[in-house]
C-alpha cells in the first residue's frame, strides 16, 4: 500500500494540499427601498422571466400578513377586520382572510369597492374567501362605535387579546398624493382610525392608504399602521417623513424571493451626480 492510499497519511498536507476553492461571494442586497415603478418592473420580471407567477407572490404575501395578525391578536377569540381593495393589495386580503378562517380565527372581510370590477387574479382569491365561508361587507357597513368593552381571551390561556385586529389593504403603492383620496375611502380610513383610537391594532399591507410610496407625502385621511409589511424591501415612502410616521414598525417578510431580487432585475443603483467643488 502507498503512503498516499493509507487512511493514516495526511490528507492535507504540503505534499498533498487541498484543492483550491472557488471564492465566496455573499448574496449583498444593495437597494434599500423601491419607488411604485420599480415594484411594477420587479413584478413583472418575477412573472415573465422568472417564472413566479403572480399568484404565487400573493400566496405568499397573504400567508405573511395572516401570520402577522396572529402574532398581533395574541388570542384566537381577537376578531379580525381585513379591509380589501380591488387591486393585488386587495388580493393578499383575501388570501390573509382566507388562511386565518382555515386556523379557526374570526375574520370579517370589509370590501371597500362593492359593484367595481375586480382584476381576475383577485377575483378568483374573492371567491375563494367567499367559499371558505369568510363573510364579505361593505366597507360602509363598518362602524367601530358599537364595539363592547373588555379583551378577547383564549379559554385555556391566560394572555389576553387586543379588541381587534384591522389589516390596511385598501391601497397600496398606487395612491398618489396629487390625487387625494375620495369621499368614499375617506369615510372608511376615518372609521379605521376611530378604531384604532378605540384600542384596536392596525396592519398595513405594503404600505398605509394614503402615503404616497415615491414621496412619502401624506394625505389628511391617510391610515396610521401599528405595523407595515413591505414585500420584497421597503417602499421609499415609509423611510421619509411623514409617511414613516405613518408606517409604525415595518417589517419585510419574504415572498419566495431571494433579498437581492431588486438588484438582479433592475441592476446597481444610479449614483448620485456629486456637485462640482467651486474653483478658487
Given at each position: 500500500m502507498r503512503k498516499n492510499e493509507s487512511p493514516f497519511?495526511?490528507?492535507?498536507?504540503?505534499?498533498?494540499p487541498a484543492p483550491p476553492k472557488e471564492p465566496y461571494e455573499p448574496v449583498r442586497r444593495v437597494r434599500m427601498t423601491l419607488t411604485?415603478?420599480?415594484?411594477?418592473?420587479?413584478?413583472?420580471?418575477?412573472a415573465k422571466d422568472y417564472q413566479v407567477a403572480i399568484p404565487i407572490l400573493m400566496e405568499h404575501a397573504g400567508l405573511a400578513v395572516a401570520n402577522a395578525c396572529v402574532s398581533m391578536a395574541k388570542a384566537s377569540t381577537t376578531p379580525i377586520h381585513v379591509f380589501a381593495g380591488k387591486g393585488k393589495n386587495g388580493g393578499d386580503s383575501y388570501?390573509?382572510?382566507?388562511?386565518?378562517?382555515?386556523?379557526?380565527?374570526?375574520?370579517?372581510?370589509?370590501?371597500?369597492?362593492?359593484?367595481?370590477?375586480?382584476?381576475?387574479?383577485?377575483?378568483?382569491n374573492r371567491e375563494a374567501a367567499e367559499k371558505f365561508g369568510v363573510p364579505i361587507r361593505?366597507?360602509?357597513?363598518?362602524?367601530?362605535?358599537i364595539w363592547q368593552a373588555?379583551?378577547?381571551?383564549?379559554?385555556?390561556?391566560?394572555?389576553p387579546g387586543m379588541p381587534c385586529v384591522l389589516v390596511d389593504g385598501i391601497i397600496g403603492t398606487g395612491f398618489e398624493a396629487s390625487r387625494p383620496l375620495p369621499p368614499n375611502l375617506l369615510e372608511i380610513t376615518s372609521k379605521?382610525?376611530?378604531?384604532?383610537?378605540?384600542?384596536?391594532?392596525?396592519?398595513?399591507?405594503?404600505?398605509?392608504?394614503?402615503?404616497?410610496?415615491?414621496?412619502?407625502?401624506v394625505d389628511p385621511g391617510a391610515i396610521s399602521a401599528?405595523?407595515?409589511?413591505?414585500?420584497?424591501?421597503?417602499?421609499?415612502?415609509i423611510t421619509v417623513m411623514p409617511g414613516k410616521a405613518k408606517a409604525g414598525t415595518v417589517r419585510v417578510p419574504t415572498i419566495g424571493l431571494p433579498i437581492n431580487f431588486a438588484d438582479l432585475v433592475l441592476g446597481p443603483v444610479p449614483e448620485e451626480p456629486q456637485a462640482e467643488e467651486p474653483a478658487e
Open positions: 497519511w495526511p490528507q492535507k498536507s504540503i505534499l498533498n411604485r415603478d420599480e415594484q411594477k418592473l420587479v413584478d413583472r420580471a418575477a388570501v390573509a382572510a382566507r388562511i386565518l378562517k382555515s386556523w379557526g380565527y374570526k375574520v370579517t372581510i370589509w370590501d371597500c369597492f362593492p359593484g367595481d370590477t375586480h382584476s381576475p387574479i383577485v377575483q378568483n361593505p366597507a360602509s357597513e363598518f362602524d367601530p362605535s373588555g379583551i378577547s381571551r383564549m379559554i385555556h390561556e391566560e394572555e379605521i382610525e376611530e378604531g384604532h383610537v378605540r384600542g384596536a391594532r392596525v396592519i398595513a399591507i405594503d404600505i398605509p392608504t394614503g402615503v404616497d410610496c415615491d414621496t412619502g407625502e401599528d405595523l407595515t409589511l413591505s414585500f420584497l424591501l421597503p417602499k421609499k415612502g
